[in-house]
């Protein structure tokens, strides 16, 4: 019986002291994190040495803070998630040193994801009833969807996890070791995923999966949201003009557009949740998807909004996940694969297909849907890789 890590994330309700140590630790995180960014910038220029996490907090424990005393208020925060914030600062540098990514920007307030990491220390730590959770130097916090968790009760493990703040709700992730004894029976045939921007996701089984972003219910969540940034722009017009009174109104309605685009995104990764759990539950011994270039389809400034709204890299995340979760192959085909131009008749590769062509017709009398011909292509592909 082997041993998985699974991440869990549910909504909790903290007290309001605790809501206050949650936004302090995330400030202090933020703050290093910006720190330590700007030290070893500051250090690049002066032709010194990188320094490395270890050093840094080294660095600021027993030389920095004793000679600035009005940043004692550092030491007040969770040691482990202000660890956790030096950690991931080197992890950016290092992914800019490897042309991985551009150089690390700055986390500004308000704006960018910061999370209060905390890790299990000791058997006290990282507790989790039915309805409550117990996290280091919070205590314990109520969960607002019971029984989701896995209950320590049960014998479950709680390695490590973070706390976040998305739209004035408060959320929780844990990483639990649970025990993998399911035995799946797969059938023999696989299937092939083809992505697209008119449907979501064509399978060579014959299902298609709509575009979530064409429904009206998003439709109408998004003009309402154009509504809700026209207003804040209009707020932050007017402080510009010199009118101090728009300032508390300008943070009340940041938090509508934020809670507007929080039930979209939800939306969007619900739809993507259910459409993966659907392909999974058929069992098959391998789904085949090919190797997008979304970086290359988002320069497009008329289908960038659309390929942005599908969310392209995290269905294929989720999907990686869950293939390894239930024992399936996942295939990747390269991006340069002819699947919407290959005949999957003949084989013959139609050179003049165009974007607007969406019959595949091939000079062997074989007439299909453009999407459901690359599924089946990518299903029977013989080239490709394992994910």
Known sequence: ????????????????????????????????????????????????????????????????????????????????????????????FTRFFNHESAFPNFKKKGESDVKMYFVKNNPKDCHCERHRIKIPSLGWVRIKEKGYIPTTKDGYVIKSG?????????????LVEVSDNKTINHFDEGIGIDLGLKDFAIVSNGRTYQNINKSAKLKKLERQLIREQRCLSRKYENLKKGDATQRANIQKQKLKV????????????????????????????YITIEDLNVKGMMKNRHLSKAVASQKFYEFRAKLLAK?????????????????????????????????????????????????????????????????
């Open 162 to 174: 973070s706390v976040s703040i998305k739209a004035d709700r408060y959320y929780v992730s844990v």
């Open 258 to 285: 934020q809670k507007l685009h929080h039930r979209i995104d939800n939306i969007r990764t619900d739809y993507i949740n259910k459409t993966i759990a659907e392909m999974v539950k058929i069992k098959p011994s």
């Open 323 to 387: 293939c390894n979760e239930s024992g399936i192959e996942l295939r990747v085909v390269d991006r340069w694969y002819p699947s919407s131009k290959t005949c999957h008749c003949c084989g013959s590769i139609k050179k003049d297909l165009k974007l607007s062509d969406r019959i595949f017709k091939c000079r062997c009398g074989y007439i299909e849907d453009r999407d459901f011909n690359a599924a089946l292509n990518l299903r029977d592909a013989e080239t490709y890789s394992i994910a």
């Open 1 to 92: 019986m082997r041993k998985l890590l699974k991440s869990f994330k549910t909504e909790i309700n903290p007290t309001e002291e605790q809501k206050t140590k949650i936004r302090k630790t995330i400030g202090t995180c933020r703050f290093i994190y910006n720190f330590y960014l700007a030290h070893n910038k500051k250090l690049h220029e002066d032709g010194k040495k990188f320094m490395s996490s270890n050093k840094f907090r080294i660095w600021l424990n027993n030389e920095y803070l004793p000679q600035h005393p009005e940043y004692s208020w550092i030491k007040e925060a969770y040691s482990k998630a202000v660890t956790q914030s030096v950690n991931n600062g080197q992890t950016a």
